[in-house]
Every structure is written in structure tokens, then in C-alpha cells.
């Protein structure tokens, strides 16, 4: 008999519960805590998983518990949302989706996983991947922007990153695909809100990233908060185990979100606890995180004859087949045993000030006045997030304390002197007290230039960080245009730094700005990057995975969106528009500055008929116009022109990048797989249909920016 098959015919039933429940151990809770002192249900066998437990000597001492005082001696399954890095924070998810770069994105996961694992810890609650239109709602800041293509394939890297290819690894994380699924499109952006969106949608922009996740071979998946038009995503038979584990083969483990079982009866699809484990069993999910309701609910379910023990064996197994796979029987003290080399971690924030700086996105940067060059340069700092290191962090810092995350200020101390940098904080990031603008204001006559620091609190995205109005908060629009009109007076350039975990609504910010990077939250080596891209030591080359509005009522606003039967026409009355602020975004999807100036020409398609198997090699030539190397980004979008069913006006499908010096010309090679041209037909099943689809390539989704060419599918 297998050691599984083995363990569950010793098992009573409290101690197969205990395999199917997820206690936290009070660090970083968000939500409800229930579970108290989890070490003596360790001993009982009556919890077999713990959540947020921090510190690779806890972690052993945990285990040991397991081990050497529990019955059975299985050992514990800890995991902890390892959302952007560990104790080394990389860059906000939607921040490094915007350095469009899959090696980096999968580095950082393999690097968070060697810290987290150097910790103790076996697998991550992430990555996160839902796809998300609507600013508004705060997880943005987790997720890998607007586009399913994209998510899918940050999916893939962040799969292998934080798993590598042996599970069983000391330094590999099993990775929780998360949060399954359409939880993005919560109503008016509100947290945790209901979801009602098409079949199509769902198929076409939710699940794709999922899809990836899976076959990338993620170990685990976390249903949702929310429900998807009123079935709960914890309770959801037809996507758990239809889609998930019957239509794609998933043999892992199904981990509830926080407390969500209990949650059933909140939506009010349970009576009782009995009543919501039900539920959540047969749907598929494994492990109940934090309801107890699989402890408590589960054995007055079975005497009720709602649920099986075959049921509750099923999961029990492949709980424990998740256990084996990352070698925790073999050696459950592997993870945690030594403590990283200190060049490990040198090298670690090496490679988060590299991401960092390749995350940032340059929105605006006008007369060329960046990069600051000017020797004997002397820079005024000012704003609530100038110096603010526990906000450099951003939402989900995972064990990573406030202190020790490069502020700006002290990156530009560090590259230009203490006495080449002036420095005060005008008004908090929140708060009406302006008490402290005159002194800052005074600062700008004595600088060359002006580092406006402003934007969110890293805890103003994130879980629970809904927010409806997407300008600056507190007092800081009103500290900022004081900036503006002191320098304008002085005539001398205003950068703005905006840090926020969402696009934020600011045109006027843009307008007045003589530059303006978007720098969401880059992590612990946000001042360093920051410093290095404004001094042009590294050229910034980050793009937009989102779209950003000029008025929160453009909200849901992205690029893959259908045609109208009336687009928008100025000339007439009745078209798809506005009166009140213009269709267009204030920065589309893909769009970022660099310090070089891109032309791109030339666009190469495959002559004749394309099959359904071929994969097409797209040529484009890039040219450096501009007076600095730099690193340009190139997106491929595909239109479906005439098709069954009305497809999005853009679709992305590749992007390349090539650096180029000065003068320099190259080219840039995008492999469109034809397979990737089907589409849902109106059936809901996958289609190939023949005819035209144009290709556009270029700098971003605008339309009017992209060069654009044909081919024609074939019929066989
Ligand atoms: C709730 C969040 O929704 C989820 O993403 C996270 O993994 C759990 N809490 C555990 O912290």
C-alpha cells in the first residue's frame, strides 16, 4: 500500500479534517480569527496546515510538533502569501507585468521562493491572476493588469518561478493559482462585491490566465470570494469541478480563500456551517482556510448523509499527494534548515533594484528634462512619499518589516550627496493639515528641479482597498498645484513621482507636470531604481499593463473592447461617446517613454494562406531616432475583422523588445502562432474561421499609432 492509502486507513475522522483545515498562526491576518492556539490540534492531529506563520525556527518548531507529538507524525503543509518577495520586496505585481518581461517575472518568483523557503515555508498564495478593468477595485495593485494574454503569460512564469522543476525542491514553493475565477469584475469596483459577467467574458478574459496557470502545472488553485451571478466561487461545482478538475485535469489541491466557507451563508446558499462545508466539498475544495467548517460542519454533515467519507478521502488524498510532492515526508525540515548566504541576498536586492527600475513607467516627459545630467545638481525632494519607506513596500510586503525600503530621497542622497538633495515632506499622504507647504515650498527657489513625491498609501490597494475617487488623497492636490505655481514663477521643472497600486485619474497632474513617472510601488529598491532612471543611469523602458482614464467615468476602461455599431463620430449626435470628456484613455495600454525616440517601419506578414498550424513570423524594423540608447517594447494585436461573433478592436497576441544605440536600426521578430487566431464561436467552442485579420504592430494600443498589415486564414 502507498504511503498515502497507508496514513488514511490509520486516520480517524477528526485527523482527516485536520488535513483539510488551514489555520492561521496570527501574523498578517485578514480576516476573522477563530483558531486561537493552533499547537495542541497540532499534537491532536485536528490541524494539518497552517497560514501565516513567519520565521523558519517557528516553522521547525511547528513541525517537530507535528512530527514527533501527533499520532500519525504527518507534517504540516505553511503557506503565506508570497505576493511580490519575502523579506526582499520586488515590485508590485501590476508594476513588474509592466516591465514586460518574462524572464524578470519569473527570477523574482524563483527568488521570493528561495526566501520564503529559506523560512520555513512550502507554498505561496499566489500568483494572483485576475484580470482586472475597473481601478476602482484595490486588488488591481496584485494582478497582471487588463489583458488575459498577458496574464497568461505572467501566469507561466510565476508558475515556474516560485516552483521550478522539482516540487520537492528545499528552495521550490507550490504556487496557489489564485483567485479562481472573474473576481476582478466585482461590481462598481467594490471589494469582495458580487460578479455578473457573460459566458463569453468569462471564457475569453477570466479564464485564460488560469488556463495557463494550470498547464504551467500549478500545484494548488484558490476559488474566489466572490460569487459569479449568484454561485459563490467556494461553492462553484460547475467551474471547480467541471472546468477545473474534469475539463483540465487538475489533480491538485483546492484551497479555500480566507474564512470563505463560512462565508456560503453570507451569500445565503447556506443555513449553517453543516450546510456550507457541503457545498464546498462537492464543489472541490480541499482545505478550508480559517471557517472551521470542515471540522465543525463536516461530521454533523456526514450524519445528516449529505456527504461521504469517500468525499471527504478524496480530498484528504490529495492533501497529503500535495504534501509528498514537495518532499515534505521525505525531509519536512529541508525548507528552513540553513539560513541564506549573505551574497544570496545581496544579490537578491541587486536584482529588485533592476526590476524596479525596469518596471517604472515614464508618462511624460516633456522638453526632454529627464534624465537629470547637469553636474552640481541640486534637486528638491518634497512630498508625503519622498521619504516613506514602509510605504515603498506597497500592498502585501509578506515578511518584510517597515524600515529598510529605499525612499527616493535616500536614493538620490545616495548618488548625488546629502548636500545636492533638500528635503521636506509639505503634507501627509492623508489628512487636511497643510501646515507644512510653506516650508516646503521654499525649497524649489534653491533647487535646479523639483522630485514631487505623491500618489497612495501602500495600504490604499490591495485586499479591502476599494476606493471611488481615484485623484490624490488628502491635501496633496492642493500642495501639488502649489508646487506648480512656485516653479512655474521660478521656472524650473516639476518631476512627479506617483506612486499608487492602480492607475490613478490625474490628468491635471499630467498637464502641469514637466515629467511624470509612474512608479506604483516598486519594493525595497524603489528610491535606488527611481534615482537611477531620473540621474538616466538606466533608461526607463517599463510600458502600462493598464489603461488609464481621464475621468473616473470612463471606468471600466481597457483596450480589448468590441466594436459599436455606431463608433464614435464628433460630427454626429448619435454615436458611441461622451459629451462630457473624450473616448480615449489619458495613457493607453502598452504606452511608456523612454529615453530614446522609436520609429518603427517596415511591417513584414507571411504572404498567402495561413493554416490553423503554421505559426507566422512578423518582422518589424525599429529605429533609434533619438540621442540615447534605449530599450523599446513592440506589441503585436491582431483584428478579426468580419467573424460570427464581433471580436475585441485589439487583441494582443506578442510583444518583442531590442535595444538600439543612438542612429541605430534593427529588427524585431514576433511569432504568432495561428492556433492563437481561434476564437469562441457562437456555441462557446473554440473556432477557426477563414478570412482576413489585420495585424497591427507599434509602440501601444492606439490604433492610430500601429502600422498595420493582412493575412488571410485558410479554410484547411
Ligand atoms: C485573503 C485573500 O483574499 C487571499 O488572497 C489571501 O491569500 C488570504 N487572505 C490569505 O492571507
Known amino acids: ?12 475522522l477528526a485527523e482527516k479534517l485536520g488535513q483539510l483545515t488551514m489555520t492561521a498562526a496570527s501574523y498578517a491576518v485578514t480576516g476573522p480569527v477563530i483558531a486561537g492556539d493552533s499547537t495542541q490540534s497540532i499534537r491532536d492531529g485536528t490541524i494539518g496546515n497552517l497560514l501565516n506563520m513567519v520565521g523558519a525556527d517557528h516553522v521547525r518548531e511547528m513541525q517537530r510538533l507535528a512530527l514527533e507529538e501527533s499520532r500519525l507524525g504527518i507534517p504540516l503543509l505553511i503557506g503565506f502569501d508570497v505576493i511580490h518577495g519575502h523579506r526582499t520586496l520586488f515590485p508590485i505585481p501590476l508594476a513588474e507585468a509592466c516591465s514586460f518581461d518574462p524572464r524578470l517575472w519569473a527570477l523574482t518568483a524563483r527568488e521570493s521562493a528561495k526566501e520564503a523557503a529559506a523560512d520555513g515555508l ?52 507550490a504556487a496557489v493559482a489564485k483567485h479562481f475565477c472573474a473576481y476582478g469584475p466585482v461590481t462598481a469596483g467594490r471589494e469582495y462585491a458580487s460578479v455578473d459577467i457573460s459566458e463569453r467574458t468569462l471564457r475569453e478574459v477570466h479564464l485564460p490566465p488560469f488556463a495557463a496557470a494550470l498547464a504551467a ?73 480559517m471557517s472551521d467548517a470542515y471540522r465543525r460542519g463536516l461530521p454533523v454533515a456526514l450524519t445528516r448523509g449529505w456527504v461521504s467519507v469517500a468525499e471527504i478521502d478524496g480530498a484528504v488524498r490529495r492533501v497529503l499527494a500535495l504534501k509528498e510532492r514537495l518532499g515534505l515526508f521525505a525531509d519536512p525540515f529541508a525548507r528552513g534548515a540553513s539560513a541564506e548566504a549573505p551574497e544570496a541576498i545581496t544579490a537578491r536586492r541587486e536584482l529588485a533594484r533592476t526590476v524596479a527600475a525596469r518596471a517604472i513607467v515614464l508618462l511624460k516627459n516633456d522638453k526632454s528634462v529627464l534624465p537629470l545630467t547637469s553636474v552640481g545638481l541640486r534637486l528638491a525632494v518634497v512630498g508625503p512619499l519622498a521619504d516613506a519607506s514602509a510605504d515603498m513596500r506597497g500592498p502585501w510586503w509578506g515578511a518584510a518589516g517597515p524600515k529598510g525600503h529605499v525612499t527616493v530621497l535616500e536614493g538620490l542622497r545616495g ?17 487636511e493639515d497643510t501646515s507644512g507647504m510653506a516650508a516646503a515650498l521654499d525649497l524649489c527657489g534653491l533647487a535646479d528641479a523639483i522630485v514631487l513625491c505623491v500618489g497612495e498609501a501602500a495600504t490604499m490597494s490591495g485586499e479591502a482597498a476599494s476606493r471611488a475617487h481615484l485623484g490624490l488623497p488628502g491635501a496633496q492636490r492642493e500642495f501639488a498645484e502649489a508646487v506648480f505655481e512656485r516653479c512655474k514663477a521660478l521656472h524650473k521643472p516639476v518631476i512627479v513621482v506617483l506612486f499608487s497600486g492602480r492607475p490613478l485619474v490625474v490628468p491635471w497632474l499630467v498637464e502641469k507636470a514637466d515629467a511624470v513617472l509612474a512608479a506604483w510601488f516598486l519594493g525595497s529598491e524603489a528610491g535606488n531604481a527611481i534615482g537611477d532612471v531620473l540621474l538616466g543611469h538606466v533608461s526607463p523602458s517599463g510600458r502600462t499593463a493598464v489603461t488609464w482614464a481621464r475621468a473616473e467615468g470612463q471606468i471600466p476602461i481597457f483596450f480589448g473592447q468590441r466594436p459599436t455599431g455606431r463608433p464614435a463620430d464628433p460630427k454626429d449626435h448619435y454615436t458611441s461617446k461622451y459629451l462630457d470628456v473624450p473616448n480615449e484613455p489619458l495613457f493607453p495600454f502598452g504606452f511608456g517613454l523612454t529615453y530614446g525616440k522609436f520609429t518603427h517601419s517596415n511591417l513584414r506578414v507571411p504572404q498567402g494562406g495561413v493554416a490553423r498550424t503554421d505559426t507566422l513570423a512578423i518582422r518589424v524594423d525599429v529605429t533609434n531616432a533619438g ?16 467573424a460570427s461573433v464581433a471580436r475585441p478592436v485589439l487583441e494582443l497576441k506578442a510583444f518583442g523588445k531590442i535595444g538600439l544605440k543612438p542612429g541605430e536600426t534593427g529588427t524585431v521578430t514576433l511569432l504568432l502562432p495561428a492556433a492563437e487566431l481561434r476564437f469562441l464561436g457562437l456555441d462557446l467552442s473554440p473556432t477557426f474561421e477563414a478570412g482576413e485579420v489585420e495585424i497591427l504592430v507599434g509602440p501601444c494600443a492606439d490604433r492610430r499609432q500601429l502600422l498595420v498589415a493582412s493575412i488571410q486564414l485558410s479554410s484547411g
Do not use: C
Open 1 to 12: 500500500m502507498s504511503r498515502i492509502e497507508t496514513l488514511l486507513s490509520k486516520m480517524s
Open 122 to 173: 512550502a507554498m505561496t498564495f499566489a500568483p494572483m491572476l485576475d484580470v482586472s478593468r475597473d481601478p476602482r477595485w484595490g486588488r488591481s495593485a496584485e494582478g497582471p493588469g487588463e489583458d488575459p494574454w498577458l496574464g497568461a503569460r505572467i501566469a507561466e512564469a510565476k508558475v515556474h518561478g516560485f516552483q521550478g522543476h522539482d516540487l520537492a525542491a528545499p528552495q521550490a514553493l
Open 217 to 289: 502545472g500549478a500545484a494548488a488553485v484558490m476559488p474566489a470570494f466572490t460569487d459569479l451571478a449568484g454561485v459563490p466561487m467556494t461553492a462553484n461545482v460547475a467551474l471547480l469541478r467541471g472546468w477545473l478538475r474534469e475539463q483540465h485535469g487538475f489533480e491538485g489541491v483546492i484551497v479555500s480563500d480566507y474564512n470563505a466557507i463560512a462565508e456560503l451563508m453570507h451569500h445565503g446558499i447556506a443555513a449553517d456551517l453543516a450546510q456550507a462545508a457541503t457545498l464546498a466539498l462537492k464543489a472541490g475544495v480541499d482545505i478550508d482556510m
Open 415 to 431: 548618488m548625488l550627496g546629502e548636500s545636492g538633495v533638500s528635503h521636506a515632506r509639505g503634507v501627509d499622504i492623508d489628512g
Open 627 to 642: 540621442a540615447r540608447a534605449a530599450e523599446d517594447t513592440v506589441f503585436l494585436f491582431t483584428h478579426d475583422k468580419l
